[in-house]
């Protein structure tokens, strides 16, 4: 083969085009940047269409609808002129205009972070915490699934370079807002930190830094895991580091689309149950108050109770009856039973009253008057 129809390389057309010189890509993440990161399982496309939905939607129910930031170009040109001008001025003037519709900023604009399944929408919103908490506090009370794709939601109120120089200026200007309190007010909060892609930083440098800067601000701010009104979160990508504070972060399930959902709808189920319980048990009650006022009286506010016998008193008819249809069984030992001679079932509810009484003083096995110890009372 010739050495004119060899292929060039890529090299050669790319320094045809740029010169030489290396150019850095305008979409890519960056220090000083606001926005929502976004982790999902696979289909960043579909994520990425997901969330400039749900961001779009209560974006303009708080702020209005986005409004065009394109700047208007001068179409006052004769037809003439525009027909006079070269090839080469159209062209330019192609390039000038597709470049300044690509520097206009969006409200939300999907950024290249280069990690897989990690996804960054810049905003040009003031404060992303206060959307991301409006949307997880709806998805919250309505029980409304928004996401299909998109797993968690982060939002970032500052980016800077991933090296401790810039690290405690940006976590100073991200913590004052919210750890800059009055005397005497005291806040509960605690820190998350996550390092991806990069060896550079470790947890253990920035996690007394926070400590530090929160202790100069208010002394009276204490760290608590369990219960913690505030969370610092921390996130490194390679070699941009994401600050922010956001509020009800393990309410939200530390900001998940599909655990917020399932944690909103047990709260309503287990007060639903306290609900029907606490009815059912009025409704108890009421038939018991019922019952108290039917109850019949003698007139006198009293309850009438004369035609009533104690339950003692009942058992101890009982036992009296069985103790005497018992004394004639023949098959125990006949010391031990007491003789019945000559009195029939009468003579025994004559002397009903008589046999209680014993009973009631403590002797188990009354004593029955038999015709011999009749007789000899006689004689």
């Known amino acids: 083969m010739s050495e004119s129809k060899r292929k060039r390389p890529k090299s050669y057309y790319k320094k045809c085009a740029g010169g030489g010189k290396k150019f850095k890509a305008v979409n890519d993440l960056d220090a000083g940047m606001k926005g929502f990161l976004v982790t999902c399982n696979k289909y960043e496309r579909e994520t990425v269409r997901e969330m400039y939905n749900i961001l779009n939607e209560y974006a303009d129910t708080l702020y209005g609808p986005e409004t065009a930031t394109t700047e208007k170009t001068d179409d006052s040109d004769d037809s003439g002129e525009e027909e006079e001008e070269d090839i080469e001025k159209a062209l330019e003037k192609e390039r000038s205009d597709i470049l300044k519709l690509a520097k206009t900023e969006r409200r939300f604009q999907n950024t290249n972070t280069k990690f897989k399944n990690l996804i960054f929408i810049r905003t040009a919103l003031e404060d992303p ?47 004052t807002p919210h750890f800059q309190t009055a005397f005497g007010v005291g806040l509960r909060y605690t820190s998350v930190c996550k390092i991806r892609n990069n060896n550079s930083i470790q947890r253990i440098a ?110 101890i008819g009982d036992t009296a009856i069985s103790n005497l249809v018992d004394v004639n069984d023949k098959t125990g030992d006949p010391e031990s039973q007491p003789v019945v001679v000559g009195i029939d079932r009468k003579d025994v509810e ?17 004593a029955v008057v038999t015709t011999e110890s009749a007789d000899a009372d006689v004689s």
């Open 129 to 175: 915490c206060g959307l991301a908490h409006h949307i997880f506090t709806d998805m919250m009370a309505t029980h409304t699934q928004k996401a299909r794709y998109a797993q968690r939601m982060i939002p970032v109120d500052l980016t800077c370079k991933a090296n401790m120089k810039n690290i405690e200026p940006a976590m100073k200007v991200v913590l």
């Open 206 to 315: 920035i996690l007394p830094m926070i400590g530090r800067l929160v202790n100069e601000m208010n002394p009276l701010h204490r760290l608590c895991h369990d219960d913690s009104e505030l969370v610092v979160i921390v996130e490194f990508i390679r070699n941009i580091c994401c600050l922010s504070v956001v509020k009800d972060f393990f309410t939200f399930r530390k900001y998940n689309f599909h655990e917020v959902i399932k944690t909103g709808k047990s709260e309503t189920e287990g007060n639903r149950d306290q609900s029907k319980s606490g009815k059912e048990k009025s409704e108890v009650m009421k038939e018991n108050s019922v019952d108290e006022l039917n109850v019949p009286d003698d007139g006198d506010g009293r309850e009438d109770i004369s035609d009533e016998k104690p339950e003692s008193e009942h058992k």
């Open 350 to 366: 004559n002397d009903r009253p008589a046999i209680e009484q014993q009973l009631l003083d403590g002797n188990s096995n009354p």
